[in-house]
């Protein structure tokens, strides 16, 4: 009788490089040739993409799986007709290394599968311990868990398979139950293979008002399940138990990959589940504590659905970026196919720190002001509640300290330190604490301690409105964190010494609290779902009804923004649908009621600018199906699905064509008033409405839009057709024109979308008038023309005209101003036409301009203060050394510094330094504005040259001059006294005159006043031609004397006179 012991099934992992094509022959099998009837076998291995070629000679057969990056399974059956040991075949596999195109695949571990003993027609087949058979076995030969085969399944694959708890767990809802349905349901189950036990638990009532019961159930198997076979079994109980419903999910089909450790406090970790079958949807959930949220793309969730393989045909991963406390927790994975849910867990315990330290101390402030060589305080630190237990140490200016206290809560943890502050002035004293958890990283807080110090200005101790202001120094700011009833955060109060600044509350209501939280998380990806979405704009509805914007409700109105905001943000991931639009229009509207009076400019035009993007954001990515619009108080929304667009909200119209897409509009009253309106540089008049427009699912290369402004203004102004420049925070033209504007209507025509609006503005409202350029032009190139002549005549007669001390301070001076008036007005020149400069561009030519004139005017006042002191001091003369080093720091020294500290402040405070439209420097509105870092300079020296002009003329009355040896001297005082007359009016006036067109755009003369100023602006040069070459005698009389070739050395022409002098050599 010839006996047969085969197939043997053995599972060996080998490692193999996947960078190249491998062609791997299973060698090892060849060794055992002389007993077994086997070729090589073959198979090809690729990088992310696998096949198995088999070459059979008997029966062999080889399948594998991916395990893990470079880590393979083989299946190898094993037939023979001659008695052969399976440990011998495990053993020969073991001894044996392949070697494969230039690289070695090591087998790390062989396995027995399973063993048929073949007698005959008879066939006995067993898996081996800890392995079951197959479900493809089990359903089509009856073979199931770990019986003994009768049938000849050796040419099954996989024949078996390795022992996996799996967890069946339902719920059966029902209007009746009893026990046939139990034994209903605990039948079905017994066709599943391997399977353990069947319970099943209730009914039981969710509410006496309802009739439904639930019945649970939980099945226990030991291999995985087919999910086609379960989904037959529900569809039978189905019909069968005829439920209201039948929810079933399982547990240990998914395989989790997670992290094995602790992961550090704000690291990257990422979560992967994967299943081998093909499944409809799939998504993640984190259970903290007792609250369980669903896992959304976001600002800190990251899911990648796209790393599925061949073997693992449905994959979901998971990043977290950045991982603090609150991400710690249960996460469990699903994965849905029909009305079957695949689930799998894992835990992420990460290495806590405190998510927020708050610190304080107790008096807020120290009084030193009685020279005590040290004042005790207690600092505490509060941090949430955990069961962490951190290392601890306290610090006071560097120095730690070992001595901690702490009270503990169910909520909070609060450590005390009780530092004596030094009240030597030396360094500002500062506390800090740091928390070191289990991997040792560390996070640190520190305190800085205010101060008083004797003889230091300081406001005094205040009450106002209950709460106590203590004594504090000057330049320091004073947090009370205690709100009223209803109201969590702090309230913060400015001492500038002695006097203090109004209180700014930051104490926001405690729903509103709550619902911030809410949209933080949801921002992150936390419970980002449309129903939460949802809650949280009808909690802002209801909170933003009690918010009027001023006292403390601009707190409530400044959080409410805040969530906006977040929510705004969120939409760019999460889809958020159309039925939260009734709630978030009547929110936002509800904003707007009040005049948020109750912060400064700048913070409410941050305010402001933050809600009009938020507001478009949300309205651009919230999905639309069936809604037409939403109208509210200060809201108009409407939607147009069609190709040719004509609607109207709040009275503008709206025209647009498209070919595809949703346009969406939204019009927005009681805003305008809240936002930064300066535009080209002035404060012009504005209309109330503001209209937002949006398109989406639009594919069209090009838009126009077509917007009709109701206009309201009987008085003529200029319109301006703007858009709200949300990099910039101001308005712009740039893309819009004016189509049509008369009193009762202006029509804009734009090439893009976003919010527009139509400012009002007197005169030209930035438009060239022709007359004025024509006078700038001509008087630019004459002004120019006249300091060249102005310039080379200075240089001729110089040696002629610098022969005194005065006249040689009086000429450096007037050289100077005319030196620096010539580049100022190049500069003009070259900025004339700001569209075709690039912005750098701009910024230099704004530079120079500010700096030559201010140079210019510094030269100026040089010259009037040598006039004051020459006539005033007699006796006591301007060396030529002294003059020339102090006019060297006012002239050349003080413009450079003013320029580069306006620019830098404005670089600091995030305010605009030039207009790119005019390449100039801006003005806001009076004291706001680069442009003041020039008029306020040109202001001072402009009365300061009028107070010289009335010193020296009341001297000059009061004074006679007895020494006639002195005329040379006398005479050039009178031209001094000439050149002053002249060019300060000139100078002065110009400047005066182009302030009040500033400040004066709505007064009927604006036109004149603009008139005025550039004409005397730009022939500026020619006056001083006139005043400083042609008026004056001796350079008359030098430069006839170079043009005639005539030597007329005669002094008695000479009639100038002046004080005693000192000439230095």
Same mark, same amino acid.
């Given at each position: ?8 099934? @053995? ?14 022959c ?25 096949? !198995? ?9 080889i ?12 299946e ?20 044996? =290394? ?14 027995? +599968? ?36 009768k ?23 029902t ?24 319970n +099943? ?11 439904? #019961?639930?019945?649970?159930? #939980?099945?226990? !198997? ?9 989904q ?14 039948i ?5 240990? $089909? ?19 589940c ?10 993640w959930?984190l ?19 796209? %790393? ?17 406390g609150?991400?710690e ?78 009270t ?14 030094l009240?030597?002035?030396?360094? *500002?004293p ?13 996070? &640190? ?19 106002l ?6 004594k ?6 004073v947090?009370?964190?205690t ?11 400015? %001492?500038?010494g ?5 209180v700014?509350s ?25 129903e !939460? ?29 805040g ?29 707007l ?20 993007? &938020? ?21 108009d929304?409407?939607?147009?699905? &069609? ?7 709040f009275?503008i ?6 070919t ?5 509009? /939204? ?25 937002s ?38 308005? &712009? ?26 400012l ?12 004025? *350029? ?8 004459? =002004? ?18 610098v ?8 000429h450096?001076?007037? /050289? ?8 100022a ?17 701009c ?10 004139? @201010? ?12 006039l ?25 020294v003080?413009?450079?510094? $003013? ?13 605009d330094?030039?207009?790119s ?16 870092a ?16 009335? +010193?020296v ?6 004074t ?9 001297d ?18 002065g006036v110009?400047?005066i ?11 009927p ?6 008139y ?9 040069g ?16 030098e ?27």
């Amino acid at each position: 009788m010839s006996l047969q012991i085969g197939p043997v099934f @053995l599972y060996a992992s080998m490692c193999c490089t996947l960078d190249k094509l491998c062609t791997l022959c299973m060698f090892f099998i060849e060794y055992l040739s002389s007993q077994l009837v086997i070729t090589c076998v073959f198979f090809q291995v690729m990088k992310m993409y696998s096949k !198995v070629f088999i070459f059979l000679t008997g029966a062999v057969y080889i399948y594998y799986q991916v395990l893990a990056q470079d880590i393979y399974s083989a299946e190898i059956m094993v037939e023979s007709n001659v008695t052969l040991d399976a440990q011998t075949v495990l053993s020969a596999i073991n001894s044996t =290394s392949l070697s494969l195109s230039k690289q070695t695949v090591q087998i790390i571990n062989t396995e027995l +599968v399973a063993e048929c003993l073949i007698v005959g027609t008879d066939t006995n087949c067993n898996c081996s311990t800890n392995y079951l058979w197959s479900n493809e076995v089990c359903y089509n030969y009856s073979c199931c868990g770990d019986a003994t085969c009768k049938q000849n399944v050796s040419y099954i694959t996989p024949l078996c398979s390795p022992k996996v708890q799996v967890f069946i767990n339902g719920s059966v809802q029902t209007a009746a139950w009893d026990s046939t349905k139990t034994t209903t349901l605990q039948n079905q189950f017994q066709n599943l293979n391997a399977i353990q036990y069947v319970n +099943v638990t209730g009914p039981r009532t969710i509410s006496t008002s309802s009739s439904l #019961q639930y019945v649970d159930f #939980q099945v226990a !198997v030991s291999v995985r399940v087919l999910t086609s076979k379960l989904q037959d079994i529900v569809n039978n109980l189905t019909s069968l138990l005829t439920p209201t419903a039948i929810f079933v999910d399982t547990l240990g $089909m998914v395989i989790v990959e997670a992290p094995g450790t602790q992961v550090c406090y704000l690291s990257t970790p990422q979560l992967a589940c994967k299943l081998e079958e093909a499944t409809d949807s799939a998504g993640w959930n984190l259970t903290t504590g007792n609250q369980r949220f669903e896992l959304n793309d976001g600002s800190v969730v990251q899911l990648n659905k796209i %790393c599925s393989t061949n073997t693992f045909q449905s994959c979901i991963g998971v990043t977290l970026n950045k991982v603090t406390g609150t991400w710690e927790g249960t996460y469990e994975c699903g994965f849905t196919i029909g009305s079957i849910r695949h689930i799998g867990r894992t835990y992420l315990s990460v290495a806590l720190l405190p998510d927020t330290i708050t610190l304080s101390s107790m008096p807020l402030t120290v009084d030193c002001s009685e020279n005590q060589e040290s004042v005790s305080i207690t600092v505490s630190a509060i941090i949430p509640a955990s069961n962490t237990t951190y290392a601890i140490s306290w610090g006071y200016n560097g120095n730690v300290s070992p001595d901690v206290k702490m009270t503990t809560s169910s909520s909070y943890v609060n450590y005390t330190f009780n530092p004596a502050i030094l009240c030597k002035q030396t360094i *500002e004293p500062y506390v800090n604490i740091s928390f070191k958890n289990v991997i040792g990283q560390i996070k &640190s807080a520190q305190l800085n301690i205010p101060v008083i110090y004797a003889g230091k200005p300081f406001c005094k101790e205040e009450l106002l409105d209950k709460d106590t202001w203590p004594k504090t120094p000057a330049g320091d700011t004073v947090i009370i964190r205690t709100c009223p009833a209803g109201t969590v955060g702090y309230k913060s109060r400015p %001492c500038n010494g002695p006097a203090w600044q109004a209180v700014f509350s930051s104490c926001v209501s405690e729903q509103l609290n709550k619902i911030s939280n809410a949209a933080e998380a949801f921002l992150k990806g936390l419970g980002a779902t449309t129903e !939460v979405a949802k809650n949280i704009f009808e909690g802002l509805k209801n909170s933003s009804t009690l918010s009027s914007g001023s006292g403390e409700s601009i707190a409530d109105i400044s959080a409410s923004i805040g969530v906006l905001n977040m929510m705004a943000d969120a939409s760019n991931t999460t889809v958020l649908g159309e039925d939260i639009f009734p709630d978030f229009v009547s929110a936002a509207s509800n904003m707007l009621n009040g005049t948020w009076s109750g912060v400064n400019d700048t913070i409410r035009y941050k305010m402001s600018s933050n809600y009009l993007e &938020s507001v478009e954001g949300l309205v651009k990515n919230i999905k639309v199906n069936q809604s037409d619009g939403i109208n509210s108080t200060n809201l108009d929304l409407t939607f147009c699905r &069609s190709n040719d667009c004509d609607v109207s909200v709040f009275d503008i119209g709206v025209n647009m064509n498209k070919t595809n897409g949703i346009l969406k509009t /939204v019009a927005v009253k009681n805003l305008m008033s809240k936002l930064n309106n300066s535009f080209n540089g002035i404060q012009p008049e504005r209309t109330d409405l503001i209209l937002s427009a949006t398109l989406d699912n639009n594919s069209d290369s090009t838009i126009q839009i077509r917007l009709d402004f109701p206009s309201g203004k009987t008085n003529p102004t200029q319109p301006h057709c703007v858009f709200w420049n949300t990099t910039r925070n101001q308005w &712009s033209d740039e893309g819009c024109n004016i189509s049509i504007s008369d009193e009762n209507h202006t029509i804009c025509e734009c090439n893009h979308l976003t919010a527009f609006s139509v400012l009002m503005s007197k005169g030209d409202g930035g438009k060239q008038d022709p007359i004025l *350029e024509l006078i700038s032009n001509i008087g630019l190139g004459v =002004s120019i023309c006249s300091l060249v002549i102005f310039l080379i005549i200075e240089s001729l007669v110089w040696s002629a005209v610098v022969k005194t001390n005065l006249s040689h301070f009086r000429h450096t001076a007037i /050289v100077n101003i005319a030196t620096f008036l010539l580049l100022a007005d190049c500069s003009f020149l070259a900025s004339s036409n700001p569209k075709t400069l690039t912005d750098s561009w701009c910024l230099v030519l704004t530079i120079c301009k500010h700096l030559f004139f @201010l140079a210019m005017f510094c030269w100026m006042l040089c010259l009037s203060i040598m006039l004051v002191h020459q006539l005033i001091f007699v006796f006591s003369p301007l060396r030529k050394r002294v003059f020339m080093f102090l006019s060297s720091i006012l002239g050349y020294v003080c413009p450079i510094l $003013m320029v580069g500290s306006s620019y830098v402040y404005c670089k600091y405070t995030n305010q605009d330094y030039y207009d790119s439209k005019t390449c100039w420097l801006v003005y806001v509105k009076l004291l706001v504005g680069s442009m003041h870092a020039f008029l306020l300079p040109v202001g001072t020296i402009v009365l300061a040259n009028l107070f010289s002009m009335i +010193v020296v003329i009341v001297t000059l009355m009061k004074t006679s001059v007895p020494d006639s040896s002195k005329a040379d001297d006398k005479e050039t005082a009178k031209g001094i006294l000439k050149v002053v007359i002249v060019l300060t009016p000139v100078f002065g006036v110009t400047w005066i005159v182009g302030f009040m067109q500033l400040i004066m755009s709505d007064s009927p003369i604006y036109n004149v006043i603009t008139y005025i100023f550039t004409i005397l602006n730009t022939f500026q040069g020619f006056f001083i031609l006139i005043t400083g070459c042609f008026a004056e005698q001796k350079v008359r009389e030098e430069l006839f004397k170079l043009i005639t070739g005539k030597s007329k050395g005669n002094d008695s022409t000479k009639k100038f006179t002046s004080t005693t002098y000192t000439k230095d050599h």
